[in-house]
């Protein structure tokens, strides 16, 4: 009796043979990404980039040891997905983007949740080795020059020996730029969020000590949310995420002031 035999019989013995997925349709390509569905903004391309992703990761986690960083990632690739607000139909998130050699690109949903899924790649594992291992990894249809832009403008990688009020100084002029491209400010943006969003958790959770984790004092870490929500608000662009940042902003505010006892 060979496996496969064995196999098949225990689905029919099991019943599981009934509740067989149907079979997705093969990609589909329009234009230069492949597509499930003509309507459907993601391809393989995202899938690879998860995967890139988790591998990348796989042996960090968040500032409470507990949480792998891949659920940072996701957090951030879904918030951008939530707040983007891009109408049914359109093909664009962004038109007429300069790259760094002058080339104008558009930019894809698809793109923007691919520079999120990578954003803290170079800047916590490898910095330019990094850079080399996604070029490697990802042709330039999976990884085009349109993401290695936006993972540049939200990543903090060849800062780090400025001292904390020029990393933030630097940080808030990037935001506050009119030429930095509005999808760069989703994607930094839904970052802050996730990031504000795992210290309300982990304040109700740890009180005071919580700080300790920092190597700024609370008062900078307050201070310095108070200016990202600030340098958003001017920016006039995604209202809905800006709103939801300054909710959990204030959040925080509310329950330092008070404390937690534990």
């Known amino acids: 009796m060979n496996i496969r035999y064995q196999l ?3 689905f029919r013995l099991s019943g599981a043979a009934q509740a067989r997925p149907t079979r997705r349709p093969q990609a589909v390509r329009f234009g230069t990404t492949m597509s499930l569905a003509q309507d459907s903004f993601y391809s393989s391309r995202l899938g690879h980039a998860m995967a890139f992703a988790a591998k990348a990761h796989r042996d960090q986690f968040r500032k409470d040891s507990a949480t792998p960083y891949l659920a940072h990632l996701m ?11 891009m109408p049914k139909g359109q093909k664009y998130l962004e038109e007429g983007v ?14 923007a949740v691919i520079a999120a899924l990578l954003h803290d790649a170079i800047e916590d594992q490898g910095g330019d080795g990094m850079k080399r291992k996604i070029r490697a990894k990802f042709d330039e249809a999976d990884f085009p ?3 290695a832009m936006l993972v540049d403008y939200c990543t ?3 800062q780090e020996n400025l001292g904390y009020n020029e990393y933030k100084r630097k940080y808030l002029e990037r935001i506050a730029d009119p030429l930095t491209p509005k999808t760069a400010l989703l994607i930094s943006g839904s970052d802050k969020l996730d990031n504000m969003r795992d210290m309300a958790r982990e304040y109700r959770e740890e009180g005071e000590a919580f700080w300790n984790k920092f190597k700024v004092t609370k008062e900078q870490k307050l201070e310095y949310n108070r200016d990202i929500v600030r340098i958003f608000k001017a920016s006039g662009k995604y209202p809905k995420l800006v709103a939801e940042i300054e909710r959990v902003q204030k959040e925080i505010e509310e329950m330092t002031s008070k404390g937690i006892k534990l």
Do not use: W
């Open 8 to 10: 098949e019989k225990t």
């Open 75 to 85: 957090g951030v690739a879904s918030s951008v997905m939530k707040f983007v607000n």
């Open 98 to 111: 300069v790259l760094p050699n002058g080339d104008k690109v558009n930019i894809t949903l698809e793109d």
């Open 145 to 147: 020059p349109v993401v």
């Open 156 to 158: 903090t990688y060849g």
